[in-house]
């Protein structure tokens, strides 16, 4: 199960606000010359990659999306044999395809995670064997039910082409190289709708029976097994080996491992990707554009033109012979603007987009059928390098350990936001009118939506030079922490490196770098609105930063969920925001210890730890929470979070409302816990007291490390503390 | 009434019904607990599985075992993926959640009807696994009864045993009441959110099967007004949070109900009772809820919804805004000469429509207080319309209207003064039906004692017609007329609120709604403030209710005129036009009312505008039509400022005091 909505988005201001400003991307972007595939003059011919690289994977990955191509293209041929056979209704026939179009979207994306953790190859060709199983079944299913079931687990197949192929693509290639390789792979798309489809009407032509027809997918068994066979590339390796030598640096240091990957943080850090996030709103609008036009056209030919149906399928023939148009313009141009500028394919799609919006629109207003045809295949023509040049966008500016995921997140915007939305308004809209009229008018409506999404496309485009930056600064962050594990030393228990993070739009952290030792206990000092708490949400996995890098005792957790970071051994407590007061104290211990509740004989220990330590909590077990006063409170908080023994333990504001007694006996506990050796990060506004328990402390001021050193040395520091504790810093605030 | 007796029977059958009602507001209470969520969608997740379980048993021929294994394993899937959709929704203000709910329920009533699941016969009965009966006195105790009575105290205890004993229990109840925490302990808010929406689901799938065999059709609204009242008071007693309690409320609410028909015959009687029993319950238990509600529940149920009050100094998009408004005005004024007359009866229709709205925006938007029966004060309005007719000038049959719908709504809203939103939500639901089937449907009562006979329902209930006023002479018989006095009254209404928005009224009420205490320190009466909003809401809906009696000329209490689920339907305009914002009332009533008669009876756009469309809106802009308005008047205010911005660097040179927004970037 998710741990996080993947429909999450809502229309974004800045988008708005951007439009309407049009000022430039602001942040600072990398050299292009740093950017992987790009380069000067012409990009290296496809044969010499082929012949580096070696031509299996594209020729096994093509072939391996062809036959569920041609599968599912010939289940739509054989719509008709299927309704005789299963005495079925045409409602019954579309919930079929839906189920089919639906369950291909719920395999995605737990594949695309899967693909992101282990081998892409292995749920390639896994994928492909369960596709070829179940849709050979499907041949001998017995009624309607068997057949949508079988259907429901063949789809798998068909759920991997643009997500887990893709993925694999991008690294098994050079960047260089990667427009026209997708470009190959996707011309599994028209010939299985040319060639794949004729095919299969031979086959059910000759057997006078369509279940033979479905026995073409038992051709995925061999071609599964041999998948297995091809080489699994290492994530991201082009990329960062272009990078580091673009920036001078040696490829020989062992980079630190990439983290495992949970969909939840992939999400948000591809929300992050700020191209990515205008490219699935133009993708939701364009799959309104995809379904809609083929859906409704349908009817048009027939109101229109009275064409039969297999006049019609000529016609459709003919449209979808223009993709082996459009598809070579992708492979001569795509790499080449990519080359030069990466941000030019995007804007390439977005022109792509509009033409086909424009000439689609026209082609409905076409006297003569062949006026019609020529129209719309120049359309279709026009529109088919648009996946390539967004695949292109998406493979540059995704993390790699993530990019199945997001060409899984592609897929799922398209289909579910586009297709659905597009057909119930299309067919809204046509019924409302009636008639030709009402057809026309729906599928003209394609032509508006089509330019503003190429126009979000153009809008996007100006962001790709950033997410790339982005991308080599994680190469490059890695890099760095490469080549210090190698000079050995002991690793910190927290690194924060070049945080940013903003609430909405308003910048809260502006590039944060801290470190702290194990075993040490340091000081956040800094007024209210610094930023303190923040960053330390950040750290415990609360808030994702937007941008940087955040590793705990060597382990990146950047977009790690509290839930996990918890297991790193890492608590954070916050000044009277800790206790449940609904519940009793037992309980509120009893949540404390939560993570350990498999192991109950060190919580039977943890447990008896924390009422030692604080006697008076063993007295009022059963009472509420809420009725214990604010110190009793803040015992019950400490003695909760240290339930688990943290490595790491952060607290915001211990001595927040307290009395000086009090603080002083939770301060000596705290003594004692950081002398066991816990490292402890202690947010404090009084400087005194910092300087009491505190060997080192950070100072930070709207949003900004403004100091990191001895706390006496702050001290002297007037400069930084007199504006904000007007003076009194030096005379002993307290 | 005569002598009271209670009959065996009678009290099994209460139990029965009380059995049903006690696992809904367990599937309430688990929800609310968790998530602060009421939860419209509760009874329909059942359905799915009782419709479900017919198909496998009839059509397929399952194992009655299997099948139920199956129907139940559908209803905990699709709950969880319902929480799944709904959970970016968990931050925001309650009322969108709940109306996000409303639309839930459309959507799984399409679910139910799909061909995988509906039976091929849909009036089939729901199976029952034996066939055990028992005689009691001349009644007979079914099957299903007797599955019902053993099945539902075990799930219960289970249940509650769940809660209180496993790490999942303690996990709802830790988030319940600081996630944050929660989360830094490593429990899994998410999931532990998905897990209790399976339960719930699961809960509504025993809930429906055991009631089904009750319904002669097993494709139903599972939710229905006067179902969900008891549920709710039922799960009020419980105080949101006590299962126990609930369940056995539901068991009493049930026995209750029995012996209410049995004793006594009249339903507009059983109504009054009933009415006058929901608000006393609530009146006693004010204290013990008040303790009972966390701490955290006031300002989540309410929390958000602070755009009310929102002025800028910025005089270009002051204008802009004017303008805009003065352009709809004029067009709206115009409209009327290129309308058809069924499309004036529709314009004067939306403009009603968007008055009501309007006075359940200053209660919900602006109070915080959310009421789920303002079509009840509706009828109020209407009523006095059909009594003083035309035997007074409009405008004053109006603020008569307005006056005694105000008083009404102050003497519902009295127990919600000490309470948090979802107390007048229950009121305002009984009071809604209590007036729909009670008030409406008498013509005139015999006051006991006094001997006094009083005629305030409609005179027909069944078809009564209401003559049209002229106005200052000036006849409103045609619908055209009409239409440019519903205008006028929606322009008045819109006149008044904003003054009483800019002279303080709404900020007080978002005071009080969102810090009593604070509110009252700075000198607020929280008491008069809080009646103030319910006498203002009353008042406008009250003179919106004669106009709707004047506007429809024909009023009955059958149809779906008065029925509370028109209330929903108002509080869902109000959602997705903009909680609190009165463009948003407007605009929400256009796209209520007005896009789904403009599309005519189409199926789709009746899709899209409930269920489906409702949880869309709320999802991706939750801000309602309101918000998309506002980024509008941005965008064009920037597009006008930049070519004044040019046409004086032009006339000028160089402009001293560049703009917050130049468009340098232009021309790059």
Known sequence: MPSEPLFDFAVPDDLLREAVTQVKDADVVADVAVMPGTGEGKPPPLLGILKSSGSAPLVLMTAAALVPGTFGNGITLIGHNLQTSFHMSNASLGAVAFIAQVSQLLWAVPLAVWADRGSRKLVAGVSLLIFSGFGALMALSPNVWAFAFLYLAA???????????????????????????????????????????????????????????????????????????????????????????????????????????????????????????????????????????????????????????????EVYAIIGLAAFLGLPLAYVFGDRYFRKAPQRPLVIAGICITAYGGLFVLSLYMPKLWMVVVLQFLANAAVSPLAICIFLTLAATAPAEMRTICFAMFGVYSLVFGGFAGSVVLGAVSDAIGGLHGIIVALTIIGPVCAVGGFLLFLGSRSVRRDITLVIEDVLERYAEGKRRES??????????????????????????????????????????????????????????????????????????????????????????????????????????????????????????????????????????????????????????????????????????????????????????????????????????????????????????????????????????????????????? | MLAFSAPDFVLVQGVFYGLGYGLLALGLVLVYRTNRVLNFAQGQIGVIAAVFLVKLTADFKFNYWFALVLSVGLAAFVAALSELVLRRLFTRPRVLVMVATIGLSYVLLALASLPFIRPSNTSRPVPVPFDLSFHLGPFIITPTEVLTLIVAPIVTLALVLAVRLTPWGLSMRAMSENADSARLSGVWIRRTSTLTWTMAGVLSAFTAILNAPNQTSALTQ????????????????????????????????????????????????????????????????????????????????????????????????????????????????????????????????????????????????????????????????????????????????????????????????????????????????????????????????????????????????????????????????????????????????????????????ARRLVAVRDNELGAAAMGIPVLRTKLLAFALSGFVAGYAGVCFAFATQQLNNTDLTFDPTTSFVIISMVVIGGLGSIPGAILGALYLEGLPAFFGANQTIQFITSGLGLIAFILYLPGGLAELLRRLGDVVTVGVRSVLHRDATDAAGPAVGTPALAADGAEQ
């Open chain 1, 155 to 313: 789809s798998v197949g068909t759920g991997v082409n643009n997500t887990v192929h893709n993925s694999y693509l991008s690294d098994a290639y050079p960047t260089e190289g990667r427009g026209r390789i997708f470009s190959w792979h996707n011309l599994s798309d028209p010939l299985s709708q040319t060639v794949g489809i004729l095919i299969f009407g031979y086959v059910v032509t000759i057997a006078h029976d369509w279940r033979y027809g479905l026995l073409v997918a038992l051709a995925g068994i061999p071609l599964g097994f041999v998948l297995f066979t091809l080489r699994e590339p290492a994530k991201g390796a082009n990329e960062s080996s272009h990078i580091l030598k673009a920036s001078g640096m040696d490829l020989q240091t062992q980079q630190e491992k990439a983290p495992r990957v949970l969909l939840g943080s992939a999400v948000t850090r591809l929300l992050r990707v700020r191209s990515l996030y205008y490219e699935l709103v133009a993708v939701a609008i364009l799959g309104f554009a995809g379904t809609g036009a083929p859906l409704f056209g349908n009817l048009f030919f027939i109101d229109k033109f009275h064409l039969d149906t297999a006049s019609r399928s």
């Open chain 1, 488 to 734: 050995g030393g002991a690793l910190p228990a927290l690194q924060v490196h070049n945080l940013d993070f903003y609430y909405g739009t308003n910048q809260v952290l502006f590039d944060v770098n801290l470190e702290v030792a194990e075993g040490e206990m340091v000081a956040l000092l800094g007024t209210n609105g610094a930023g303190k708490s923040t960053l330390l949400r950040t750290v415990s996995g609360l808030e994702h930063p937007h941008r940087g890098v955040i590793r705990l005792f060597g382990a990146s957790c950047t977009y790690l969920e509290p839930e996990q970071i918890i297991d790193l051994g890492v608590a954070l407590l916050v000044g009277g925001k800790m206790t449940f007061p609904g519940l009793s104290v037992r309980d509120n211990l009893r949540i404390g210890g939560h993570t350990l509740r498999r192991d109950r004989a060190r919580t039977a220990r943890a447990f008896d730890e924390a009422l030692e330590v604080f006697p008076e909590l063993a007295a009022r077990l059963d009472q509420p929470a809420g009725t214990l006063s604010g110190g009793e409170q803040q015992m019950l908080a400490l003695s909760r979070v240290m339930m688990t023994s943290p490595r790491l333990l952060m607290i915001d504001e211990l001595a927040l409302g307290l009395a000086p007694m009090t603080v002083e006996r939770l301060m000596g506990m705290v003594r004692r816990i950081n002398d066991s050796g816990t490292t402890v990060i202690l947010v404090e506004q009084s400087l005194n007291r910092a300087l009491s328990l505190a060997d080192r402390c950070f100072f930070m001021e709207r949003g900004e490390i403004r100091f990191d050193g001895p706390t006496s040395e702050l001290m002297a520091r007037d400069d930084l503390l007199r504006p904000v504790f007007l003076g009194t810093a030096s005379t002993g605030l307290d």
């Open chain 2, 222 to 505: 599972a939710l229905s007004p006067d179902l969900l009242l008891y549920a709710l008071l039922a799960a009020l007693i419980g105080a949101m949070v006590n299962l126990t309690v609930a369940f056995v409320a539901g068991v009493g609410t049930g026995v209750f109900l029995e012996l209410l028909q049995w004793n006594v015959p009249s339903p507009a009687k059983q109504q009054l009772i009933i009415f006058i029993v929901v608000m006393g319950v609530l009146l006693i238990r004010v204290r013990a809820l008040r303790l009972g509600v966390r701490t955290g529940d006031k300002s989540t149920w309410q929390h958000g919804a602070a755009t009310t009050v929102r002025t800028t100094a910025d005089l270009l998009r002051r204008r802009v805004s004017a303008s805009g408004v003065w352009l709809v005005v004029v067009v709206a004024v115009l409209l009327p000469f290129v309308l058809s007359v069924g499309n004036d009866v529709l314009m004067s229709q939306i403009c009603i429509y968007a008055v009501v709205a309007l006075s359940l925006t200053m209660l919900t938007g602006w109070a915080g207080q959310v009421s789920l029966g303002q079509f009840g004060l509706v009828a109020v309005g209407a009523l006095v319309a059909v009594h003083l007719g035309t035997s007074l000038p409009l405008p004053l049959v109006m603020l008569y209207g307005g006056a005694v719908t105000a008083v009404v709504a102050i003497l519902i809203g009295l127990p919600a003064l000490r309470m948090p939103g979802l107390f007048l939500a229950v009121t305002t639901l009984a009071f809604a039906i209590f007036m729909q089937n009670a008030v409406l449907a008498t013509p005139c009562i015999t006051i006991p004692g006094i001997n006094r006979t009083l005629c305030t329902g409609l005179p027909n209930p069944a078809y009564t017609v209401v003559a049209r006023p002229s106005l200052f002479g000036i006849s409103l018989a045609s619908q055209r007329s009409f239409a440019w006095f519903a205008l006028g009254v929606l322009v008045l209404s819109v006149f008044m609120l904003r003054v009483w928005r800019d002279k303080g009224v």
